[in-house]
């Protein structure tokens, strides 16, 4: 098992920014991907990123140059930077591990709670 707890969500105006950690617990994470997810009121669950144990990661179109995933091997906590935020990105903000490195989220194994991201316009 793994526990993923994810913090640093918030309330912020369009044009900021925040910065999203998840610690992981329970194994270590050198043969998992890390991704981060979002899911808006009313819409399906929606790729943002994905990382590798390397670094090697993908954006989703949406976000590519406004976000960025990051990890810290050393205290398996995932991290997602967001600038430049705008109101649709407002939604709770999710934190997942598995041992497919991919954007569909039914191959995740493991996730957090959530972490709620307001940007007000």
């Known amino acids: 098992q793994v526990q993923l707890v994810e913090s640093g969500g918030g309330l912020v105006q369009a044009g900021g920014s925040l910065r999203l950690s998840c610690a992981a617990s329970g194994r270590t994470l050198r043969n998992y991907a890390m991704g981060w997810f979002r899911q808006a009121p009313g819409k399906e669950r929606e790729f943002v990123a994905c990382i590798l144990w390397s670094g090697v990661a993908t954006h989703a179109d949406s976000v590519k140059g406004r976000f960025t995933i990051s990890r810290d091997n050393a205290k398996n906590t995932v991290y997602l930077q967001m600038s430049s935020l705008k109101p649709e990105d407002t939604a709770v903000y999710y934190c997942?591990?598995?041992?497919?490195?991919?954007?569909?989220?039914?191959?995740?194994?493991?996730w957090g709670q959530g972490t709620q991201v307001t940007v007000s316009s």
């Open positions: 997942a591990v598995g041992t497919t490195y991919t954007v569909v989220a039914s191959m995740y194994d493991f």
